[in-house]
């Protein structure tokens, strides 16, 4: 009788140790799917600070370069694309005219991708760009519409906080990295 008990008790303990290590083996392959899967595998890295969604209040380097790196948790292979935008939220709504043609500031440049004012150049694993020191809402308008004559364009102050919103786009997950900036 307590041969069979001891049998017993050894096969419970080798069915628990099976099930132990099947359901280790379940967790540890959830998470690499998780991980491996595109789940906001991808960030962007300025100075010692990561970056994964968003992050307000950035301060660049006028007249100067500001490097960039973007990598991914796993390190696999990395597609990107770089945008910058004017932050319309930060700046008091106006009308201008290009060419004698009224427009509104916000309706007009919300979705403007002003990132040639900045000189981005991009590599395979980071990107720089460059803030000029006399950047103006109107010199972005004339970048908008280049050989036009542009009128009635207020002045206004750029080096307020968070004036530019730079937009990295995942090209793998298709999120969006944004770092507000001034």
Same mark, same amino acid.
């Given at each position: $009788? *307590?041969?069979?008990?001891?049998a017993?008790?050894? @096969?419970?303990?080798?069915?628990? %140790?099976i099930?132990?290590?099947?359901? /280790? ?6 998470t690499?799917?998780?991980? =491996? ?5 991808? !960030?962007v890295?300025? =100075?010692?600070?990561? *970056?994964?969604?968003?992050?307000? =209040? ?7 370069? %500001?490097? @960039? ?8 292979? *990395?597609d ?5 935008f ?7 709504? #106006?009308? #201008?005219?290009?060419?004698g043609?009224?427009?509104?500031f916000?309706?007009?440049l919300?979705? !403007?991708?002003?990132?040639?004012? @900045?000189?981005?150049?991009?590599? %395979?694993?980071? #990107?720089?760009?460059s803030?000029?020191?006399?950047l ?6 004339? %970048?908008k519409?280049p050989?036009?004559? *542009?009128?009635?364009?207020p002045?206004?102050? /750029?080096n307020?906080?968070?004036? #530019?919103?730079?937009t990295? $786009?995942? =090209? ?6 944004q770092?507000? @900036?001034?």
């Amino acid at each position: $009788m *307590i041969r069979t008990s001891t049998a017993i008790s050894v @096969f419970v303990r080798i069915c628990l %140790a099976i099930l132990l290590f099947a359901l /280790l083996a379940g967790v540890l392959a959830l998470t690499f799917s998780y991980v =491996g899967n595109g789940q906001r595998n991808f !960030y962007v890295k300025y =100075g010692n600070e990561t *970056i994964v969604s968003e992050k307000k =209040g950035v301060e660049l380097p006028k007249d100067n370069f %500001a490097v @960039f790196y973007c990598e991914t948790l796993t390190g696999q292979a *990395i597609d990107y694309d770089v945008q910058v935008f004017l932050n319309v939220k930060s700046v008091d709504n #106006f009308d #201008f005219s290009v060419d004698g043609n009224r427009k509104n500031f916000k309706s007009d440049l919300i979705e !403007y991708d002003c990132a040639k004012l @900045f000189n981005v150049s991009k590599s %395979a694993t980071c #990107f720089v760009l460059s803030v000029p020191k006399d950047l103006t809402v109107e010199k972005v308008i004339k %970048a908008k519409y280049p050989e036009k004559e *542009i009128t009635d364009v207020p002045a206004v102050n /750029l080096n307020t906080k968070d004036s #530019f919103i730079l937009t990295v $786009m995942d =090209g793998v997950e298709k999120r969006k990295t944004q770092i507000y @900036f001034c």
